[in-house]
């Protein structure tokens, strides 16, 4: 275990000392303590009756409900619960779509580091197993997208539910989802930087692979119109590649509270994610550097 840890606290290191990182906790922290003390509501009987940011009135909050007794849509003000889920839903939202992208690009130069001509040779001349080396490096990126997730959601989260009253644990659950989606994103840019040695061609293709994924999310309406053939490639590619946008959808649901109607977008891209890892850990196994 000792070789292990040695290799998980080097990637700790690493990656507090990149400047990225530390910017990324700063924002973080900017985020949750602006909602801590910039917004300001009064709640008269469930609803948000006045909300004000940073001293200045916004207005309370409206919806459109259907009021059944006249059969029409009428405007109300929003109940507290659906507005601390709205801004939950927004908060990990962003955190999913801009903590991956965000936490590719800072860990693209730990991997272009790690591999590097030299030290990689130093490295691998230690007394520990190329398994071990490579596993303390992937724990050591995976926990510090952990962190940052719990730090930034849970924080926010936790400043919600102090101001409203309201405590929805449930919303929680997407944490793992936005960690566990990064891994699948990072095992592109990990297997491509060992088999290229160019970690900028990974990061490259993680991008390709989520823009990708936007067109894959419509695959209901694509596949009815397209040609036997092109929709059985399209088929092909939505069942192999990672559902980056789909997964989405789950996230808000989970954040909502309300039941996952769609759970296999999730489940296809961790088996992608498992073997594009895999590919990559043989294969640095077998490399001679």
Not at 4 to 10: A, R
Not at 94 to 105: I, M, Q, V, W
């Given at each position: 275990m000792r070789?292990?840890?040695?290799?998980?606290?080097?990637t700790f290191r690493e990656l507090w000392a990149m400047r990225i990182t530390q910017g990324m906790f700063a924002i973080a922290s900017l985020a949750w303590l602006l909602l801590s003390f910039a917004l300001n509501m009064d709640i008269v009987e469930g609803s948000i009756s006045a909300l004000k940011i940073f001293g200045f009135d916004a207005g309370a909050p409206m919806e459109r409900v259907f009021d059944e007794?006249?059969?029409?849509?009428?405007?109300?003000?929003?109940?507290?619960?659906?507005?601390?889920?709205?801004?939950?839903q927004f908060v990990f939202g962003?955190?999913?779509?801009?903590?991956?992208?965000?936490?590719?690009?800072a860990?693209?130069?730990?991997?272009?580091?790690?591999?590097?001509?030299?030290?990689?040779?130093?490295?691998?001349?230690?007394?520990?197993?190329?398994?071990?080396?490579l596993f303390g490096h992937l724990l050591g990126v995976w926990l510090t997208v952990l962190v940052l997730s719990c730090y930034l959601v849970g924080g926010v989260w936790l400043s919600l539910s102090l101001k409203t009253g309201v405590w929805l644990p449930h919303v929680l659950q997407s944490i793992p989802v936005?960690?566990?989606?990064?891994?699948?994103m990072?095992?592109?840019v990990l297997t491509t930087s060992i088999i290229s040695r160019t970690s900028g061609l990974g990061l490259v293709l993680a991008y390709g692979l989520i823009f990708f994924s936007a067109i894959l999310s419509a695959h209901d309406q694509l596949i009815p119109v397209l040609a036997p053939t092109s929709a059985a490639i399209f088929k092909g590619f939505y069942h192999a590649l990672p559902n980056f946008i789909e997964v989405v959808m789950m996230q808000a649901q989970l954040v909502e509270g309300s039941d996952v109607t769609r759970i296999y977008p999730f489940i296809s891209s961790l088996i992608f994610g498992v073997i594009i890892h895999g590919l990559g850990i043989y294969w640095f196994a077998k490399r001679d550097f």
């Open positions: 070789p292990l840890s040695g290799s998980l606290l080097l007794a006249t059969g029409e849509w009428v405007q109300q003000a929003t109940s507290i619960d659906q507005f601390v889920v709205g801004i939950n962003a955190s999913y779509f801009l903590g991956t992208l965000l936490g590719l690009f860990t693209m130069p730990l991997i272009a580091g790690f591999l590097e001509q030299g030290r990689i040779d130093l490295l691998l001349s230690k007394p520990v197993s190329r398994l071990r080396l936005i960690v566990l989606m990064f891994a699948v990072y095992s592109v």
